[in-house]
């Protein structure tokens, strides 16, 4: 399963390319976004994997490296609680949205076009996950303060905080 989830966040999210021109460098990705600026932030939540930790855990992606940084863990009871309520074998991805990565370029359509780069973002985690046969379901029932909550964005203040936008359910 770690390679499918690694595969998944490298497919859906990871760099494909880095460009220079004099001494500027920056990256590109797999999915596109405005003005490339990636507003879309995105996290496994999970039960133990192999390969990944023994304990159910929350991670955040980061695509730079194509690493997963653990943030918290999670409470067994917890998992076994929420995984109860879905297939067998998912994963969970969270997505929230820097909205300041936009807004300083854009500005009032910032919110705009970060919902459109979380429509970006979906569809290419829709189309990694079916390359292994996997579905994917975005989980409506869950509210915006229930996912901050999970991800650990509710602490979060000020113009570079995320706001939760959606979590996911990828399963074989």
């Not at 390679?3 to 999210?13: C, E």
Request: hydrophobic share 40%; with cysteine.
């Amino acid at each position: 399963t770690h390679k499918m989830i690694s595969q998944l966040f490298q497919d859906a999210l990871g760099l494909s390319a880095w460009k220079e021109f004099g001494e500027a460098r920056w990256s590109l990705r797999v999915n596109p976004s405005s003005g490339n600026l990636h507003p879309t932030e995105s996290y496994l939540v999970c039960g133990p994997v192999e390969g990944v930790y023994d304990q159910p855990a929350v991670y955040h992606y980061q695509p730079h490296d194509h690493a997963l940084e653990r943030r918290c863990v999670l409470p067994t009871a917890a998992w076994a609680a929420i995984s109860a309520q879905l297939p067998p074998d998912t994963v969970l991805v969270g997505l929230s949205s820097i909205y300041v990565r936009e807004s300083w370029k854009y500005g009032e359509r910032a919110f705009r076009y970060c919902q459109h780069d979380l429509g970006h973002a979906l569809a290419a985690l829709g189309i990694a996950a079916a390359a292994f046969g996997w579905t994917t379901r975005v989980l409506a029932s869950v509210t915006d303060p229930q996912l901050a909550a999970l991800l650990g964005l509710h602490t979060q203040h000020g113009p570079e905080a995320e706001h939760p936008d959606l979590l996911l359910a990828v399963f074989p």
